[in-house]
């Protein structure tokens, strides 16, 4: 019998997720979260053998909080769910720890394929990039800038990058615009760009938005 971990701040897609899972496995025991701070609460008690995660919430963002999740229970298979593409956000959600990394746009099908191929104690992506993207995220090399960030500062950065204000960011992430400007310092620094447009431009050229 499995025990699963929904960890989204949307309730009606934990809903969906959990009769979906519910109708693929039997006797399966799903648990939910609605916050990174729940879900590590609920890691820590232990018995789970999968934790499902968005990356993109209010207050903590999934992606941040993938190693304290594995510190807390290292062999735990990690599956991201998220509305971001592979290209975006891939590589650091599996760099972190994660064992796979799907798209909410993916059908049921793949994400109980997904699901199935990380219990087993393999790592899946999504057939999109498959293990070229794997095999990527081992190499030891140096990246572009954007790979200096930390996820929340990632997050931050392709929402500049995206043409949103300080508020509409802050709004959006559960930050004060306070912090959201912080993010914003040191995105600039560590990128060694100069200006919100500098960074529209890279991350046009890269591909990380729309």
């Known amino acids: 019998m499995w025990h699963i971990l929904l960890t989204d701040d949307h309730a009606i897609l934990r809903t969906g997720l959990r009769r979906i899972l519910e109708d693929a496995f039997q ?21 789970w053998d999968l934790l499902v995660l968005d990356i993109s919430m209010p207050g903590r963002g999934g992606l941040e909080a993938i190693p304290d999740f594995k510190a807390l229970q290292s062999h735990l298979p990690i599956l991201v769910l998220s509305m971001y ?23 049921p099908e793949e994400l109980i394929q997904a699901i199935r ?8 992506i999504g057939a999109s990039l498959g293990e070229a993207l794997a095999a990527h995220v081992a190499l030891d090399r140096e990246g572009p800038p954007h790979e200096l960030l ?15 204000g300080m508020t509409e960011i802050g709004e959006e992430l559960g930050l ?11 995105i600039l620094e560590k990128m060694q760009m100069g200006s919100n447009a500098e960074l529209m431009q890279y991350a046009i050229r890269q591909g990380l938005v729309e």
Request: charged share 25%; no cysteine; net charge positive.
């Open 150 to 164: 930390s996820g929340r500062e990632f997050e931050v950065f392709r929402l500049i990058a995206s043409a949103k």
């Open 85 to 107: 593409g592979e290209q975006q956000f891939a590589i650091r959600a599996l760099r972190a720890g994660a064992s796979a990394y799907l798209t909410k746009e993916h059908a």
């Open 117 to 124: 191929t990380v219990l087993s104690g393999r790592r899946y």
């Open 176 to 186: 004060s615009v306070k912090t959201v400007s912080t993010y914003r310092t040191r």
């Open 27 to 47: 006797g399966v025991q799903v648990g939910e979260a609605g916050s990174v701070d729940e879900a590590l609460a609920k890691v820590k008690e232990g018995g």
